[in-house]
């Protein structure tokens, strides 16, 4: 866990963070179902670019996002290393490919600071904020809005 400060008149929220290339970001700890390591996809025919394929997850099939690509990040290269974290959006459920997953995070609404306003619309929308931890800066992401457009109907 990180030192961050807690105002005990807030409620806790918990957030599971990740790396993708030298960035952080984080995500909701109750939209995460599991996190799991990598496991070879199955590519489709005319999936969009950033879906690497699905996975047979317990019988039922896993889209998975290449998160890096979603993000505009560029395309990842997976290797053994790598994890995805199987969450549920308000829509779906979905694989997302991460390089690692780096940290659990308590925090209150108040380390929460406002997306910079130099970021666009869609920017501000996807990034509910940033978090400054421990000469950190991690960008807090809304799964809904991420994955809530209509080209991931495909998927």
């Known amino acids: 866990m990180s030192g961050i400060v807690r105002n005990q008149n807030q409620a806790d929220k918990e957030l599971i963070a990740f790396r993708i290339g030298d960035q952080e970001f984080c995500v909701d700890i109750m939209s995460v179902r599991e996190i ?26 896993l889209p998975i996002m290449d998160l890096s690509a979603r993000l505009g990040m560029g395309f990842s290269q997976p290797t053994p290393r ?14 997302l490919l ?46 809904d ?5 209509q080209e991931n109907e495909a998927a």
Do not use: Y
């Open 36 to 61: 799991r390591g990598w496991t070879p996809a199955t590519p489709m025919p005319h999936a969009p670019a950033d879906v690497v394929g699905v996975i047979n997850l317990r019988g039922a099939v």
């Open 145 to 149: 809005t991420l994955f809530g457009g």
């Open 82 to 95: 790598h994890v995805i974290i199987v969450a549920q959006t308000r829509r779906k459920v979905v694989g």
């Open 98 to 143: 991460v390089e690692a997953v780096s940290d659990i995070l308590t925090i209150t609404q108040d380390n929460i600071q406002p997306t910079p306003d130099v970021a666009s619309d869609f920017v501000r929308q996807l990034a509910k904020g940033i978090l400054s931890i421990e000469n950190r800066m991690i960008c807090l992401l809304e799964l």
